[in-house]
């Protein structure tokens, strides 16, 4: 098995002349222009003949049509199955015909020579791709973000039926405008993205020494973001080259080798090749952005306003949709609220301040924000069309980082009226709507995942105690991240 770590999550795998690639990303941008890849791929032609293309999820980052149109159509698609459907519809529009949808913990074949099993997180999925006494655990961005008893399950599951395996694969830093992109008084924004990624490393420490891999590689979180306000989220990322250091001092009963890959490295029977030209500058990455970037960033900042006709369109089109989606915020809730929304690149009047306090919502267009609001949400059209337009267009400002939000009182914290807010300006399906829908779909879904079925019976039965959240409740804890420091998120999560 040969492996050549392309860019981001993508990885070329080539077994006696087949040829896999995961997660291709490795062209152009993600989420409304707003994720970059960095760095670069080197040699993102590569991918152009691959026999399989192998999907963990469908965020923009790993599902990217602009890079799967760099592959040949006759290429063979896998995709996890899940409750939602459109997938082979999808990839038939693109153009490719042979589409599997794999189901959680079967195995599948191919060519006769390499077998693919997925593990279900929920939506994110672990890939184990096997080729002969080799074995690579694609983790991806299945674990780090999940609560410590599913990635103990999961550790579990994997050793039962790979006790040795020789790679894995794995995300090692966050993706969310939460808590990065919400402001307020008593937070340093810097020192808690910080303390946050150092979060998401500890647990690739820890999947890694429980699953004791050969040789193991951090990776799938390779963007960078340039928009001027935000450039600064770069700097809080924590260094690939001192993931190894850590893990050493964290694990030192672990022969692990955590291996500082980038793009155009090669990895064949347990060996690493240095083929990356970027390994020179690994320490001076960040250093080289203003240059290799140069086009990009003066694009970002030459941004036009929009037109008369789009904003007027825009206002009426924000209206319809807040008054549409306004049932997903309990009335108790609903109640507490009115914040504002500015367009910012709308030249007239760009901030929209509803109040729900009243019998029924108001609304009303200003230059400026007015009165006693919750929050202020700052949002492009670009973003917030696409987050309205589609079903799951709100990981734009989700996972892309496209909004920046505004606190003013910690009633919004307590209450979280900045996650419904936010919320309020995407067109996330509704999952029981969606379950109903598609029933014998939900079925088959829940039959073949054990821990997604157990969790239902569970809350069902009033047993929460018994739930085995898919991710970490404490990543979502309002207060705790937006009013408490840095000591109180080190003592909650359990960081040195």
């Known amino acids: 098995?040969?492996?050549?770590?392309?860019?981001?999550?993508?990885?070329?795998?080539?077994?006696?002349?087949?040829?896999?690639?995961?997660?291709?990303?490795?062209?152009?941008?993600?989420?409304?222009?707003?994720?970059?890849?960095?760095?670069?791929?080197?040699?993102?032609?590569?991918?152009?003949?691959?026999n399989y293309v192998l999907y963990s999820h469908g965020h923009e980052d790993h599902l990217h049509a602009g890079s799967l149109q760099m592959i040949n159509k006759q290429a063979a698609i896998l995709y996890p199955y899940s409750w939602?459907?459109?997938?082979?519809?999808?990839?038939?529009?693109?153009?490719?015909?042979?589409?599997?949808?794999?189901?959680?913990?079967?195995?599948?074949?191919?060519?006769?020579?390499?077998?693919?099993?997925?593990?279900?997180?929920?939506?994110d999925n672990v890939m184990v791709i096997e080729s002969g006494d080799t074995v690579l655990v694609n983790i991806n961005d299945a674990?780090?973000?999940?609560s410590q008893s599913m990635i103990g399950y999961f550790l579990k599951k994997i050793k039962q039926r790979w006790p040795a395996p020789d790679y894995v694969f794995s995300s090692?830093?966050?993706?969310?405008y939460f808590p990065n992109t919400v402001h307020f008084e008593t937070k340093d924004d810097e020192e808690i993205a910080q303390t946050r990624e150092r979060f998401f490393v500890n647990n690739f420490c820890k999947i890694v020494a429980g699953l004791r891999p050969r040789m193991a590689v951090p990776f799938a979180s390779d963007f960078i973001l340039l928009d001027d306000h935000q450039r600064w989220i770069n700097r809080a990322k924590f260094p690939r080259y001192e993931i190894a250091p850590l893990f050493e001092q964290e694990h030192p009963d672990c022969d692990t080798k955590i291996?500082?890959?980038?793009?155009?490295?090669?990895?064949?029977?347990?060996?690493?090749?240095?083929?990356?030209?970027?390994?020179?500058?690994?320490r001076q990455l960040l250093d080289t952005v203003d240059n290799d970037y140069k086009k990009e960033i003066e694009e970002k900042r030459t941004r036009k306003s929009m037109a008369a006709g789009q904003s007027a369109a825009l206002k009426e089109k924000l209206k319809r949709h807040i008054v549409e989606k306004a049932y997903i915020i309990p009335t108790d809730i609903r109640k507490r609220i009115r914040f504002a929304v500015r367009v910012t690149d709308m030249p007239d009047d760009p901030v929209l301040t509803i109040d729900f306090r009243g019998e029924t919502p108001t609304f009303s267009w200003q230059q400026q924000p007015q009165g006693?609001?919750?929050?202020?949400?700052?949002?492009?059209?670009?973003?917030?069309?696409?987050?309205m337009d589609h079903e799951w267009g709100g990981d734009a400002i989700i996972i892309g980082y496209g909004a920046?939000?505004?606190?003013?009182?910690?009633?919004?914290?307590?209450y979280e009226i900045e996650n419904y807010c936010v919320r309020l300006l995407s067109r996330y399906p509704n999952t029981k709507e969606y379950l109903k829908r598609t029933p014998l779909?939900?079925?088959?879904?829940?039959?073949?995942?054990?821990i997604k079925r157990k969790n239902l019976i569970y809350k069902a039965m009033g047993r929460r105690d018994k739930v085995i959240d898919h991710s970490d409740p404490v990543l979502s804890e309002r207060d705790l991240w937006l009013n408490k420091g840095k000591c109180a998120v080190c003592k909650a999560c359990n960081l040195k």
Request: with cysteine.
């Open 1 to 50: 098995m040969k492996i050549t770590y392309i860019s981001h999550a993508t990885l070329l795998i080539e077994v006696n002349g087949l040829k896999l690639v995961t997660d291709p990303w490795v062209k152009d941008t993600a989420y409304c222009n707003q994720w970059h890849l960095f760095p670069k791929a080197t040699h993102p032609e590569l991918i152009a003949d691959a």
């Open 84 to 123: 939602y459907g459109g997938t082979k519809t999808f990839f038939n529009d693109l153009g490719f015909t042979h589409v599997k949808e794999a189901f959680n913990e079967r195995t599948i074949v191919l060519d006769g020579q390499v077998k693919v099993t997925y593990l279900a997180n929920n939506l």
């Open 143 to 146: 674990l780090p973000s999940a």
């Open 172 to 176: 090692y830093g966050g993706a969310s």
């Open 259 to 282: 291996i500082e890959a980038y793009p155009g490295d090669v990895f064949e029977g347990c060996n690493f090749f240095k083929r990356s030209r970027y390994h020179a500058v690994a």
């Open 372 to 387: 006693d609001i919750n929050l202020l949400i700052d949002v492009g059209s670009q973003v917030l069309n696409h987050s």
């Open 404 to 414: 920046e939000i505004y606190v003013y009182h910690a009633d919004a914290i307590r």
């Open 441 to 450: 779909r939900a079925a088959r879904y829940l039959l073949s995942d054990a």
